[in-house]
């Protein structure tokens, strides 16, 4: 069987205790959520931290404060599983109870939490192998070697966001709070992902992410998560449209956000189709499909996901539809 | 209760809880990797990082030196090779002096624990020269040097074949329509639950024992012999209970024997457990066919000649790929009605892992084209695709083209039975743009006529014995690979003696304690060892009769309820136990046994080994589909399958295998990819899976299921034990078509390939010829052609052309003439 390598493990009770372990050990240390992701990763060596910080003995991440009339703050710890089954979150900030309830599968959402969804590591399929197949192939930029077998002539890494709750955090406006030993600061979401394969996200070693922060929604807001997959019942999304918009009664677009997973190495922002979208009206089938047209022209695919190019290309014209339409009463 | 049914049966029929299940449920069922003893060493093997390359050098000399390390082996400690078939023994435990693939096996580390075995794995410094490398059929066909193998049919080619039954070109001149089609069936893998696993020990028993997740322990035994020099007597190989196998687990395995030189060496019990990419490497499932199809009809559609071409990527090694070879063909006649057929085909070898045989060995690919191609035919004849099965369905007790005698055919019923239940009468060719359904029907065999070594012995004895008590054991070797196995044993005992299905205790899986059965290929194990159960508790029931003492006429003896009484005064009789009492004083310990062996073939042709079987199951599916135009997305609405089952010794079993066919072929249908990446040759030299783990190789879960009627036909084969035919493999078959005829009914393309994913069907849609698939077959330098004339046209089985022709007794020849 696939063995994890060896590591020490520490189980603090407080975020100050595992906020002054990560400041001692730096680059060595990693913290471990759920561990649907890292533990793996750790099994086919593509990281392999001398010492696991271990956060489930800390109650205050798994904290929830606020209501929907003032708006929310979710733990880190807080499972998927719990956000997919709330029902103030569906009734509020639906696009997020879709997106946690579309990450892998049933056991998986018991253990992995938002805090880990949100740092998940981007994802390529010449690097999510074991070590063996990365050394047949030759190790590739992301760890251990220097190439990249996507573009090789690339100078950087375009290993793919995909986590199915970032793109609807963006959308949702919502920030996160990360603490360090140094103290703590409170950034948007979208602020917490780099153009980057490798460095994904703009934390620091030191940080722990420990807390999420939903704004509260305004009576005539919408919002929606699609998700592009092979099968119905798991995969990691080869595309995600999440979009949150304020529409008038008569279908005018009043704002919007829609950002995309899978398709870069930090969410998407479709901009374009956003401006494109404000003030006029989504009801006309027309401006629906220019949006759609939009969304997928930034949805640009690479060769290091499930499906081909080409299709993925069409796909996206469709889903962006799709998530478009569903923003519609 | 007798009144209303002529033969009332105890247990058979009845859907009762399978006798392993509580051991499933509960975790109580040892599999082989729960198998642990107290100093166990644990085994890693190191594989090759290339794809084709001679082993300039091994140093072992950093891994020998970590702290816990027991033994490194090397290829020096294998010299005797080893294979499945006779005809190919070209497989060494670890790489002798070559490597053939991304995978293959070159030196194992023996240590205390797993991870210091796997961290000493990666200091071994192996240095390669490599060798070019071949990743497809045609690149073998068309570079023969240098050579994967030194032995085959020349180059790259593992076997090529060349059958003519009957002059096929004539047929199709004279054809009132001809259809050409050109089709792909890409491979796959089994993706059993249960990962493969050893642990080798030399007991105090001076036996050398391998428990093993294998399908066939007597071919496991055979092998292990061979390599090890051990004497035979001196090993025993236990083949505990299986979390699938389908298929992949059927050959002798280089980490079963590795463990076991390794428990030799070290005189501790080695376990080695494989991880999910390593199964991937052992892989042996369905070889990708490119196939090429020529039919011709005469005006109401009858076939009167149909050729089939097949290439096979064989991958690295020969496995079972002779017989995969043969068996793209053998079957193509055994549904319909075909005057004239002629089949070559062709296996070559690659650099990659090894495919072999998986649920249906060798035939779902040419099913796939002939019931595609079919339902092409039809439409351009203006035909109902379900009616023409109906129409050209072989006659019961018809001997085919090419020598097979099929017995019972419940084709007909299963086609009516799915038709009756899509409602496809109203439906077919109605549903409008989107939505469609589709047709296919299939047969399979009974269990392989011949051994898969030459040998005149029982394919599969059953022992039992009888305890005064009135509890009865059954022995056998069969294996238990979750399909039931056991509880069919412990049903056809049960039912014969009239006892409680429970009060039958099965011994299995082991070769120290049971007679001989084959293994769980083929689906040869319900009527094989069924037969065999039949045979023996038959006799244990003629002792206890004999000695039952009831004073009556033998043939008013009755068994029932754990009973011995008399049929025509119930009330007068004896319990089980006390009949086994009576019967051990008068005759001594009650133990029998009974033994099977299929008839002979009537082809004496050379290959005509292939095909023939003691029964032949039949199936059809009805598939509805509804297909999104605007990104290709195939959603399977509902399965409707009939399978013609000859008896359902538990019906909950045989629905279970039903269902578990659909499952895997769906998964086949629509997405599983056995599928490799090549690296830019300049920049590297890999050929290697592209997905070997279980989220990456796309396979349906449970909840991408849809609803699926399953519909049993029942028509008791004499052949088989109680008239049962088999289940495990032969509901597979029709579904892979029926769902290509579906999407062409939603949305009028054709997609001649396998998986039928939605950029294939986008793509079919865009283009001008509404289809997606291959359109050549690459040239093949076939043998000459045995010339074989069918039954109907003066043939005697034998091939006219054949170099040392057998001989041909006027008896056989009449024998042979019987309808
Ligand atoms: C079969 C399978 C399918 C999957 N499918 C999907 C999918 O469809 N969509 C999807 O989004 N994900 C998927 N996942 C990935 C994973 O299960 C989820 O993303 C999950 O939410 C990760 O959370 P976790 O708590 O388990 O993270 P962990 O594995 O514990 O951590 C993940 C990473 O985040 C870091 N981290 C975790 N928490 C914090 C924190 N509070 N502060 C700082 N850093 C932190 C860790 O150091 C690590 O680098 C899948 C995983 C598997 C095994
Ligand atoms: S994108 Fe390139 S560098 Fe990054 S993981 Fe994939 S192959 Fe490696």
């Given at each position: 069987m696939m063995r994890l390598p060896r590591f020490r493990y520490l189980a603090p009770r407080k975020l100050s205790e595992a906020a002054a372990a990560l400041a001692d050990l730096g680059t060595q240390a990693s913290v471990l959520a759920g561990g649907t992701d890292l533990l793996p990763n750790m099994k086919r060596r593509q990281q392999t931290p001398a010492t696991l910080v271990g956060?489930?003995?800390?109650r205050a991440l798994r904290a929830r404060s606020g209501d929907p009339g003032s708006g929310m703050t979710l733990g880190a710890l807080t499972r998927l599983s719990e956000i997919e089954h709330d029902s103030a979150i569906a009734a509020n900030w639906p696009a997020l109870a879709q997106a946690a309830a579309s990450v892998a599968t049933p056991p998986l959402r018991n253990m992995g939490t938002l805090g880990g969804n949100l740092c998940l590591d981007t994802r390529c399929s010449y690097y999510d192998q074991g070590p063996e197949w990365r050394a047949a192939i030759g190790y590739c930029?992301?760890?251990?070697?220097?190439?990249?077998?996507?573009?090789?002539?690339?100078?950087r890494c375009w290993a793919v966001?995909?986590?199915?709750t970032a793109p609807v955090l963006c959308a949702l406006g919502a920030e996160v709070t990360l603490v360090s030993a140094q103290g703590e600061r409170r950034i948007p979401v979208?602020?917490?992902?780099?153009?980057?394969?490798?460095?994904?996200?703009?934390?620091?070693?030191?940080?722990?992410?420990s807390a999420v922060h939903l704004q509260k929604p305004t009576p005539d807001a919408r919002s929606t998560y699609v998700k592009l997959r092979r099968r119905g019942s798991f995969d990691f999304p080869v595309l995600g449209i999440a979009a949150s918009a304020r529409l008038r009664a008569?279908?005018?677009?009043e704002e919007a956000r829609i950002f995309l997973s899978g398709t870069g190495s930090r969410p998407t922002n479709a901009a374009e189709a956003v401006a494109f979208l404000a003030?006029?009206?989504?009801?006309d089938e027309d401006v629906l499909r220019e949006a759609a047209e939009s969304i997928a022209h930034v949805a640009?695919?690479?060769?290091?996901?499930?499906?081909s190019m080409s299709w993925r290309k069409q796909a996206a014209r469709e889903f962006a539809a799709r998530a478009l339409r569903n923003l519609l009463p | 209760m007798a009144g209303s049914d002529p033969r009332p049966f105890n247990v058979l029929g009845k859907p009762l809880r399978r006798v392993d299940a509580l051991g499933k449920v509960t975790g109580d069922t040892r599999f082989a990797d729960d198998f642990a003893m107290p100093g166990m060493l644990y085994l890693k093997l190191s594989r090759s990082?290339?794809?084709?390359?001679?082993?300039?050098a091994i140093d072992v000399s950093r891994a020998l030196a970590?702290?816990?390390?027991?033994a490194v082996l090397t290829g020096k400690d294998f010299p005797v090779p080893f294979g499945i078939l006779p005809v190919s023994q070209d497989e060494h435990a670890l790489c002798?002096?070559?490597?053939?693939?991304?995978?293959?096996?070159v030196a194992a580390v023996v240590a205390t624990e797993e991870l210091i075995a796997e961290e000493a794995a990666a200091l071994i410094g192996v240095t390669y020269e490599p060798l070019t490398t071949i990743a497809s059929p045609e690149e073998a066909l068309r570079v023969p040097?240098?050579?994967?193998?030194?032995?085959?049919?020349?180059?790259?080619?593992?076997k090529a074949v060349a059958f003519d039954f009957g002059d096929v070109p004539a047929a199709l001149a004279s054809a009132h329509l001809v259809v050409e089609d050109w089709f792909f069936y890409q491979g796959n893998t089994h993706l059993a639950l249960e990962q493969h696993a050893a642990l080798a020990y030399l007991g105090t028993d001076e036996r050398l024992t391998i428990v093993s997740s294998t399908q066939t322990p007597h071919y496991v035994h055979r092998a292990a012999a061979k390599v090890l020099g051990v004497p035979a007597s001196r090993i025993r190989v236990i083949a505990p209970?299986?979390?699938?196998?389908f298929g992949g687990k059927t050959d002798p395995f280089n980490h079963e024997i590795v463990a076991a030189k390794a428990a030799m060496i070290t005189g501790r019990p080695v376990k080695i457990a494989l991880t999910r990419e390593e199964v991937f490497y052992c892989h042996r499932g369905r070889h990708p066919v490119l196939m090429h199809m020529r039919t011709g009809v005469d005006r109401a559609g009858h076939i009167v000649g149909h050729s089939i071409e097949t290439l096979l990527d064989g991958g690295a090694y020969g496995s079972y790929g002779v017989a995969s070879t043969f068996y793209t063909g053998a079957?193509?006649?055994?549904?319909y009605r075909i005057d004239r057929y002629r089949f070559r085909g062709c296996r070559t070898f690659t650099n990659k892992p090894p495919c072999g045989p998986k649920r249906g060995h060798g035939t779902p690919q040419p099913r796939f084209g002939l019931e595609v191609h079919i339902d092409k035919i039809c439409e351009k004849l203006g035909l109902d695709p379900a009616q023409w099965r109906i129409d050209n369905a072989l006659a019961e007790g018809s001997l085919t083209a090419n020598w097979l005698k099929v017995r019972t055919i419940g084709l007909v019923p299963c086609v009516e039975a799915v038709v009756a239940a899509s409602g496809w009468k109203e439906r077919f060719r109605k549903l409008g743009r989107g939505r469609g359904l589709g047709i296919a029907a299939s047969s399979y065999l009974c269990?392989?006529?011949?051994?898969?070594?030459?040998?005149?012995?029982?394919h599969s004895g059953v022992q039992l014995l009888l305890d005064r008590s009135g509890s009865v054991t059954a022995f056998c070797g069969?294996?238990?690979?979750?399909?039931?196995s056991d509880n069919v044993l412990a049903a056809l005992v049960a039912e014969v003696l009239g006892?409680?299905?429970?009060d039958v205790k099965v011994v299995t899986g082991d070769t120290a304690l049971g007679?001989?059965?084959?293994?769980?290929?083929?689906?040869r194990v319900t009527l094989m060892m069924g037969n065999a159960a039949v045979e023996a508790a038959q006799r244990a029931r003629d002792r206890l009769a004999d000695a039952a003492?009831?004073?009556?006429?033998?043939?008013?003896i009755a068994f029932g309820g754990s009973r011995v009484f008399?049929?025509?005064?119930?009330?007068?009789g004896i319990s089980f136990a006390e009949a086994v009492q009576r019967a051990e004083a008068k005759g001594g310990t009650v133990g029998t046994i009974g033994s099977y062996r299929p008839p002979k073939a009537p082809g004496h042709y050379?290959?005509?080994?292939?095909?023939?079987?003691p029964s032949y199951s039949y199936s059809a599916a009805v598939i509805e589909v509804a297909v999104?135009?605007?990104?290709g997305i195939v959603r399977v609405e509902k399965v409707w399958i009939a399978h013609?089952?000859?008896?359902?010794?538990n019906p909950v079993l045989v629905r279970g295998q039903v269902e578990g066919s659909v499952y895997m072929a769906l998964g086949e249908a629509l997405m599983e990819e056995q599928a490799f990446r090549r690296l830019p040759p300049r920049l590297s030299g890999a050929l290697v899976h592209q997905t070997p783990s279980m989220l990456e190789y796309k396979s349906l879960a449970t909840l991408d299921m849809p609803a699926v009627e399953t519909i049993l036909i029942e028509n008791?084969?004499?052949?088989?034990?109680?008239g049962a035919k088999e289940v495990g493999q032969g509901p597979l078959l029709p579904v892979p078509p029926a769902l290509a005829n579906a999407v062409y009914d939603a949305v009028?393309?054709?997609?001649?390939?396998?998986?039928?994913?939605p950029e294939k069907v986008l793509a079919a849609l865009r283009s001008s010829s509404a289809r997606f698939g291959p359109s050549k077959f690459p040239a093949v330098s076939w043998p000459e052609a045995l010339i074989v004339p069918p039954p109907w046209e003066g043939?005697?089985?034998?091939?006219?052309?054949?170099?040392k022709r057998r001989e041909r007794p006027e008896r056989r020849r009449a024998e042979v003439a019987k309808p």
């Open positions: 956060l489930r003995e800390i930029m992301k760890k251990d070697g220097e190439i990249c077998w996507v573009a090789p002539g690339s100078p966001t995909s986590t199915d979208e602020d917490l992902f780099a153009d980057d394969g490798i460095e994904h996200l703009t934390k620091k070693p030191g940080e722990i992410l008569d279908g005018t677009v003030g006029r009206k989504l009801t640009r695919p690479l060769q290091n996901t499930d499906f | 990082t290339v794809p084709h390359a001679r082993i300039a970590v702290d816990g390390v027991r002798l002096d070559k490597v053939r693939f991304v995978g293959d096996p040097e240098p050579r994967i193998h030194d032995y085959g049919d020349g180059g790259n080619v593992h209970p299986q979390g699938g196998g079957l193509e006649t055994v549904t269990g392989a006529g011949l051994p898969i070594y030459w040998n005149e012995m029982p069969a294996a238990e690979v979750g399909q039931g006892i409680d299905i429970l007679p001989v059965d084959l293994g769980s290929y083929s689906s003492g009831l004073g009556i006429p033998l043939e008013r008399d049929a025509s005064d119930p009330e007068k050379k290959g005509a080994g292939v095909g023939p079987s999104e135009e605007s990104t013609d089952i000859g008896r359902a010794i008791p084969e004499p052949n088989g034990p109680f009028r393309v054709r997609v001649d390939e396998v998986p039928i994913t043939g005697d089985g034998n091939a006219i052309n054949e170099p």
